[in-house]
Protein backbone atom coordinates (compact mmCIF):
# COMPACT_ATOMS: atom_id res chain seq x y z
CA UNK A 1 0.00 0.00 0.00
CA UNK A 2 1.18 3.46 -0.95
CA UNK A 3 0.36 6.15 1.33
CA UNK A 4 1.17 9.66 0.28
CA UNK A 5 -0.73 13.28 0.73
CA UNK A 6 -1.88 12.55 -2.62
CA UNK A 7 -5.59 13.01 -2.45
CA UNK A 8 -8.25 10.15 -3.44
CA UNK A 9 -11.58 10.18 -4.70
CA UNK A 10 -14.32 7.39 -5.38
CA UNK A 11 -16.54 8.33 -8.47
CA UNK A 12 -19.62 5.73 -8.27
CA UNK A 13 -21.00 5.20 -12.46
CA UNK A 14 -17.97 6.91 -13.71
CA UNK A 15 -17.80 4.70 -16.60
CA UNK A 16 -21.37 7.21 -17.91
CA UNK A 17 -21.79 10.50 -19.49
CA UNK A 18 -20.75 12.26 -16.80
CA UNK A 19 -18.89 10.40 -14.16
CA UNK A 20 -16.18 10.03 -16.71
CA UNK A 21 -15.91 13.61 -17.07
CA UNK A 22 -15.90 14.19 -13.40
CA UNK A 23 -12.85 11.14 -13.48
CA UNK A 24 -10.94 13.04 -15.70
CA UNK A 25 -11.54 16.34 -14.01
CA UNK A 26 -10.20 14.49 -10.73
CA UNK A 27 -7.02 13.25 -12.58
CA UNK A 28 -6.27 16.51 -13.96
CA UNK A 29 -6.59 18.15 -10.15
CA UNK A 30 -4.18 15.15 -9.03
CA UNK A 31 -6.42 12.98 -7.28
CA UNK A 32 -6.09 9.06 -7.43
CA UNK A 33 -9.60 7.69 -8.59
CA UNK A 34 -11.55 4.59 -7.93
CA UNK A 35 -13.32 4.92 -10.75
CA UNK A 36 -16.81 2.07 -10.29
CA UNK A 37 -19.37 1.58 -12.76
CA UNK A 38 -21.65 -1.58 -12.76
CA UNK A 39 -20.66 -2.81 -15.90
CA UNK A 40 -16.84 -3.60 -15.66
CA UNK A 41 -15.88 -2.82 -19.76
CA UNK A 42 -17.09 0.73 -18.87
CA UNK A 43 -14.88 1.24 -15.88
CA UNK A 44 -11.97 -0.77 -17.38
CA UNK A 45 -12.42 1.76 -20.82
CA UNK A 46 -12.23 4.90 -18.64
CA UNK A 47 -9.37 3.94 -15.97
CA UNK A 48 -7.70 2.47 -19.53
CA UNK A 49 -7.98 6.03 -21.04
CA UNK A 50 -6.83 8.51 -17.90
CA UNK A 51 -4.21 6.09 -16.86
CA UNK A 52 -3.27 6.21 -20.24
CA UNK A 53 -2.74 10.04 -19.59
CA UNK A 54 -0.18 9.18 -16.59
CA UNK A 55 -2.92 9.23 -14.08
CA UNK A 56 -3.29 6.86 -11.18
CA UNK A 57 -6.53 5.04 -11.24
CA UNK A 58 -8.41 2.27 -10.11
CA UNK A 59 -10.87 0.08 -12.07
CA UNK A 60 -13.42 -1.11 -9.48
CA UNK A 61 -16.65 -2.78 -10.85
CA UNK A 62 -19.78 -2.87 -8.42
CA UNK A 63 -23.24 -2.70 -8.32
CA UNK A 64 -23.63 0.20 -5.27
CA UNK A 65 -27.24 -0.63 -4.79
CA UNK A 66 -25.50 -4.08 -2.84
CA UNK A 67 -24.41 -3.04 0.28
CA UNK A 68 -20.96 -5.34 0.21
CA UNK A 69 -20.24 -3.91 -3.43
CA UNK A 70 -20.52 -0.27 -2.10
CA UNK A 71 -18.63 -0.87 1.00
CA UNK A 72 -16.35 -2.37 -0.82
CA UNK A 73 -14.67 1.01 -3.25
CA UNK A 74 -14.13 2.77 0.24
CA UNK A 75 -12.11 -0.96 1.15
CA UNK A 76 -10.62 -0.43 -2.20
CA UNK A 77 -9.45 3.14 -2.00
CA UNK A 78 -8.39 2.54 1.62
CA UNK A 79 -6.47 -0.98 0.61
CA UNK A 80 -4.74 0.55 -2.37
CA UNK A 81 -3.98 4.06 -0.90
CA UNK A 82 -4.23 4.54 2.53
CA UNK A 83 -6.59 7.25 2.55
CA UNK A 84 -10.26 8.60 1.26
CA UNK A 85 -11.17 12.70 0.42
CA UNK A 86 -13.97 12.95 -1.67
CA UNK A 87 -16.74 10.53 -2.58
CA UNK A 88 -18.77 11.42 -5.81
CA UNK A 89 -21.59 9.30 -5.76
CA UNK A 90 -23.25 9.57 -9.72
CA UNK A 91 -24.29 6.20 -10.28
CA UNK A 92 -27.66 7.08 -11.24
CA UNK A 93 -30.71 4.86 -13.53
CA UNK A 94 -33.66 7.07 -15.24
CA UNK A 95 -35.81 4.31 -16.88
CA UNK A 96 -38.95 6.25 -17.68
CA UNK A 97 -42.83 4.05 -17.00
CA UNK A 98 -46.27 5.26 -15.76
CA UNK A 99 -47.00 4.78 -12.04
CA UNK A 100 -50.44 2.94 -13.12
CA UNK A 101 -48.19 0.38 -15.14
CA UNK A 102 -44.85 0.05 -12.71
CA UNK A 103 -43.48 -3.48 -11.50
CA UNK A 104 -42.71 -3.16 -7.82
CA UNK A 105 -39.17 -4.39 -9.72
CA UNK A 106 -38.58 -0.86 -11.25
CA UNK A 107 -39.64 0.56 -8.29
CA UNK A 108 -37.02 -0.69 -5.80
CA UNK A 109 -34.21 -1.17 -8.74
CA UNK A 110 -34.82 2.96 -8.95
CA UNK A 111 -34.40 3.46 -5.84
CA UNK A 112 -31.78 0.94 -5.10
CA UNK A 113 -29.28 2.36 -7.26
CA UNK A 114 -30.18 5.99 -7.18
CA UNK A 115 -30.65 6.54 -2.96
CA UNK A 116 -29.63 3.09 -1.26
CA UNK A 117 -26.33 3.32 -3.05
CA UNK A 118 -25.79 6.51 -2.49
CA UNK A 119 -26.38 5.93 1.54
CA UNK A 120 -23.80 2.60 1.88
CA UNK A 121 -21.60 5.04 0.43
CA UNK A 122 -22.08 8.30 2.03
CA UNK A 123 -21.85 6.07 5.60
CA UNK A 124 -19.10 3.84 4.59
CA UNK A 125 -17.22 6.75 2.99
CA UNK A 126 -17.80 9.07 6.07
CA UNK A 127 -16.79 6.68 8.38
CA UNK A 128 -13.27 5.95 6.49
CA UNK A 129 -13.04 10.41 6.04
CA UNK A 130 -13.28 10.60 10.03
CA UNK A 131 -11.27 7.94 10.36
CA UNK A 132 -8.44 9.36 8.41
CA UNK A 133 -8.91 12.87 10.22
CA UNK A 134 -8.13 15.04 7.18
CA UNK A 135 -11.89 16.11 6.47
CA UNK A 136 -13.22 15.81 2.46
CA UNK A 137 -16.15 16.52 0.75
CA UNK A 138 -18.92 14.55 -0.49
CA UNK A 139 -20.57 15.64 -3.80
CA UNK A 140 -24.22 13.86 -4.68
CA UNK A 141 -25.01 14.08 -8.34
CA UNK A 142 -28.90 14.88 -8.17
CA UNK A 143 -30.96 15.61 -10.59
CA UNK A 144 -33.44 18.53 -11.82
CA UNK A 145 -36.08 15.85 -11.36
CA UNK A 146 -35.37 16.22 -7.41
CA UNK A 147 -37.87 18.83 -7.48
CA UNK A 148 -39.28 19.27 -10.70
CA UNK A 149 -42.27 16.93 -11.30
CA UNK A 150 -41.98 14.49 -14.80
CA UNK A 151 -44.31 12.10 -16.36
CA UNK A 152 -42.85 8.64 -16.15
CA UNK A 153 -40.57 9.94 -13.38
CA UNK A 154 -42.32 9.18 -9.84
CA UNK A 155 -39.61 6.76 -8.76
CA UNK A 156 -36.80 8.59 -10.19
CA UNK A 157 -38.08 11.98 -8.99
CA UNK A 158 -38.59 10.66 -5.74
CA UNK A 159 -35.53 9.00 -5.32
CA UNK A 160 -33.43 12.59 -6.20
CA UNK A 161 -36.14 14.03 -3.80
CA UNK A 162 -34.91 12.07 -1.00
CA UNK A 163 -30.74 12.22 -2.32
CA UNK A 164 -31.09 16.07 -1.59
CA UNK A 165 -32.43 15.64 1.61
CA UNK A 166 -30.24 13.16 2.56
CA UNK A 167 -27.33 15.63 1.53
CA UNK A 168 -28.79 18.34 3.70
CA UNK A 169 -28.85 16.23 6.61
CA UNK A 170 -25.92 14.78 6.18
CA UNK A 171 -24.20 17.91 5.77
CA UNK A 172 -25.19 19.10 8.90
CA UNK A 173 -24.21 15.96 11.30
CA UNK A 174 -20.70 15.51 8.94
CA UNK A 175 -19.60 19.16 9.32
CA UNK A 176 -18.10 18.93 12.90
CA UNK A 177 -15.72 16.37 10.87
CA UNK A 178 -14.51 19.28 8.48
CA UNK A 179 -16.33 16.99 5.59
CA UNK A 180 -18.93 19.32 3.29
CA UNK A 181 -21.50 17.85 2.02
CA UNK A 182 -23.37 18.78 -1.68
CA UNK A 183 -25.23 17.74 -4.59
CA UNK A 184 -25.29 19.15 -8.34
CA UNK A 185 -28.18 19.02 -9.50
CA UNK A 186 -28.12 18.49 -13.74
CA UNK A 187 -30.21 19.10 -16.34
CA UNK A 188 -30.14 18.26 -20.14
CA UNK A 189 -27.29 16.36 -20.80
CA UNK A 190 -26.75 14.12 -23.86
CA UNK A 191 -23.42 12.19 -25.89
CA UNK A 192 -23.22 15.13 -27.50
CA UNK A 193 -24.29 18.83 -27.21
CA UNK A 194 -27.40 19.63 -29.03
CA UNK A 195 -28.01 23.79 -29.42
CA UNK A 196 -31.35 25.40 -29.97
CA UNK A 197 -33.28 25.20 -32.10
CA UNK A 198 -33.63 21.25 -31.90
CA UNK A 199 -33.01 19.87 -34.90
CA UNK A 200 -35.32 17.66 -36.63
CA UNK A 201 -33.56 14.48 -35.80
CA UNK A 202 -33.78 15.23 -32.22
CA UNK A 203 -35.97 12.87 -30.61
CA UNK A 204 -39.19 14.93 -29.30
CA UNK A 205 -38.79 14.69 -25.63
CA UNK A 206 -35.38 15.88 -25.94
CA UNK A 207 -36.64 18.43 -28.43
CA UNK A 208 -38.74 19.55 -25.63
CA UNK A 209 -36.32 19.75 -23.02
CA UNK A 210 -33.83 21.78 -25.27
CA UNK A 211 -36.38 24.21 -26.05
CA UNK A 212 -37.05 25.44 -22.25
CA UNK A 213 -33.06 25.97 -22.18
CA UNK A 214 -32.47 29.76 -21.89
CA UNK A 215 -29.14 29.07 -22.72
CA UNK A 216 -29.62 27.85 -25.74
CA UNK A 217 -27.97 24.05 -25.60
CA UNK A 218 -27.72 21.05 -23.82
CA UNK A 219 -25.17 20.35 -21.13
CA UNK A 220 -21.93 18.28 -21.56
CA UNK A 221 -20.58 15.94 -18.87
CA UNK A 222 -18.02 19.05 -18.49
CA UNK A 223 -20.34 21.12 -17.52
CA UNK A 224 -21.34 19.42 -14.71
CA UNK A 225 -17.74 18.68 -13.82
CA UNK A 226 -16.45 21.61 -13.62
CA UNK A 227 -19.19 22.49 -10.40
CA UNK A 228 -17.39 19.21 -8.74
CA UNK A 229 -14.28 21.38 -8.96
CA UNK A 230 -15.60 24.66 -7.67
CA UNK A 231 -17.54 22.39 -4.88
CA UNK A 232 -14.56 20.83 -3.70
CA UNK A 233 -11.83 23.67 -3.96
CA UNK A 234 -11.09 25.92 -0.77
CA UNK A 235 -13.10 28.44 -2.58
CA UNK A 236 -15.97 27.14 -1.63
CA UNK A 237 -15.28 25.99 1.81
CA UNK A 238 -18.11 27.80 3.75
CA UNK A 239 -20.55 26.02 1.20
CA UNK A 240 -22.09 22.85 2.29
CA UNK A 241 -25.67 21.32 2.22
CA UNK A 242 -25.95 22.88 -1.46
CA UNK A 243 -28.47 21.54 -4.22
CA UNK A 244 -26.66 23.40 -7.04
CA UNK A 245 -28.63 23.44 -10.23
CA UNK A 246 -26.45 23.77 -13.26
CA UNK A 247 -29.01 23.05 -16.53
CA UNK A 248 -28.66 26.08 -18.28
CA UNK A 249 -31.58 28.33 -16.65
CA UNK A 250 -34.09 25.78 -17.23
CA UNK A 251 -35.46 25.93 -13.62
CA UNK A 252 -35.19 30.05 -13.51
CA UNK A 253 -38.88 30.16 -15.21
CA UNK A 254 -40.69 29.19 -18.33
CA UNK A 255 -39.78 29.63 -21.86
CA UNK A 256 -42.18 28.79 -24.63
CA UNK A 257 -40.01 29.55 -27.40
CA UNK A 258 -36.50 28.77 -28.56
CA UNK A 259 -34.79 32.03 -28.26
CA UNK A 260 -34.59 32.40 -32.06
CA UNK A 261 -38.55 32.19 -32.38
CA UNK A 262 -39.46 34.50 -30.13
CA UNK A 263 -41.03 37.90 -30.47
CA UNK A 264 -42.90 39.85 -28.14
CA UNK A 265 -46.32 40.63 -29.52
CA UNK A 266 -46.99 44.07 -31.02
CA UNK A 267 -49.35 45.96 -28.68
N1 LIG B 1 -27.83 12.84 -18.40
C1 LIG B 1 -28.73 13.66 -17.88
O1 LIG B 1 -29.46 14.38 -18.60
C2 LIG B 1 -28.88 13.74 -16.39
C3 LIG B 1 -29.71 14.75 -15.89
C4 LIG B 1 -29.89 14.85 -14.52
C5 LIG B 1 -29.25 13.99 -13.67
N2 LIG B 1 -28.43 13.01 -14.17
C6 LIG B 1 -27.78 12.12 -13.22
O2 LIG B 1 -26.41 12.07 -13.48
C7 LIG B 1 -25.90 10.78 -13.13
C8 LIG B 1 -25.12 10.23 -14.31
O3 LIG B 1 -25.94 10.20 -15.45
P1 LIG B 1 -25.35 10.00 -16.92
O4 LIG B 1 -26.09 10.89 -17.84
O5 LIG B 1 -23.86 10.06 -16.89
O6 LIG B 1 -25.83 8.51 -17.19
P2 LIG B 1 -25.09 7.32 -17.91
O7 LIG B 1 -26.11 6.27 -18.13
O8 LIG B 1 -24.28 7.83 -19.07
O9 LIG B 1 -24.07 6.84 -16.80
C9 LIG B 1 -24.47 6.20 -15.61
C10 LIG B 1 -23.43 5.13 -15.32
O10 LIG B 1 -23.80 4.51 -14.08
C11 LIG B 1 -23.60 3.12 -14.23
N3 LIG B 1 -24.47 2.43 -13.28
C12 LIG B 1 -25.80 2.17 -13.41
N4 LIG B 1 -26.24 1.49 -12.35
C13 LIG B 1 -25.17 1.33 -11.54
C14 LIG B 1 -24.99 0.70 -10.28
N5 LIG B 1 -26.01 0.07 -9.68
N6 LIG B 1 -23.76 0.71 -9.71
C15 LIG B 1 -22.72 1.32 -10.33
N7 LIG B 1 -22.84 1.91 -11.53
C16 LIG B 1 -24.05 1.92 -12.12
C17 LIG B 1 -23.95 2.80 -15.67
O11 LIG B 1 -23.36 1.59 -16.12
C18 LIG B 1 -23.40 4.03 -16.39
O12 LIG B 1 -22.06 3.85 -16.84
C19 LIG B 1 -27.11 9.93 -12.73
O13 LIG B 1 -27.19 9.89 -11.33
C20 LIG B 1 -28.27 10.69 -13.32
O14 LIG B 1 -29.45 10.49 -12.59
C21 LIG B 1 -28.25 12.87 -15.52
Known sequence: MTISNELVAIVTGAGGRIGS????????????????????????????????????????QGDVSVREEAENLV?????????LDLLVNCAGIFPNTLLVDMDDREWERVWGVNLHGPF?????????MIACGNGGNIVNISSTAGDSARRGAAHYCGSKAALNMLTKVLAIELAEHGIRVNAVAPGLVLDQVWTSPPPPEMDAYSAALLRGIPLGRTGAGEDIANVVRFLIDPASNWITGEIIHVNGGSTAGRVSLPRSEYKRPDR
Open 120 to 128: YLCRAGARA
Open 21 to 60: AIAAMLTEQGYRVVVNDSSAARAEAVAGRLSGAGATVMAV
Open 75 to 83: AMALGGWGR
